[in-house]
């Protein structure tokens, strides 16, 4: 994984890559900075009744991606991102093997982070398309 400095890498380290829903979901991210994200995830365990890759599997995908995107940008800052809004609209069905998400921003500002992400099975077709926003907070006093 690349990301943009060893103090992101703890600044991500503290969660944001381990644990929680995208642990148990299977997300690894191959790709991590304030330009672009990448990860993936296997369809096998997030299908809905019908075998087909759960929607909201999906929005996890999208909505972890970019939530890493919106944190190394918040870093420089020192705060923190919160996902405020997404949207997902749904292309096509993923029945086996892992999708892919490339998360890109659209924008980065001192307040709010928007990202674009395409979702695309293992043979480059497109499953789903995603906007996320986040807000840019204050990091907590410990």
């Not at 304030?34 to 809905?48: H, I, K, L, S, T």
């Amino acid at each position: 994984m690349t990301t943009d400095s060893e103090a992101l890498r703890q600044v991500l380290d503290t969660g944001a890559l381990t644990g929680g829903l995208g642990e148990t979901m299977g997300i690894e991210v191959t790709e991590a900075s304030a330009e672009r994200v990448v990860g993936r995830m296997p369809v096998e365990g997030n299908v809905q009744p019908f075998g087909l890759l759960h929607g909201g599997a999906s929005c996890v995908l999208a909505e972890s991606l970019g939530s890493i995107g919106s944190t190394i940008h918040a870093h420089q800052f020192g705060r923190i991102a919160v996902g405020i809004e997404i949207n997902a609209t749904h292309h096509r069905s993923a029945t086996e093997g892992h999708v892919t998400g490339v998360a890109t921003p659209v924008h980065l500002g001192r307040t709010l982070a928007t990202w674009d992400i395409t979702i695309t099975d293992d043979r480059g077709r497109k499953v789903c398309t995603s906007r996320l926003t986040c807000m840019l907070r204050d990091m907590p006093q410990a």
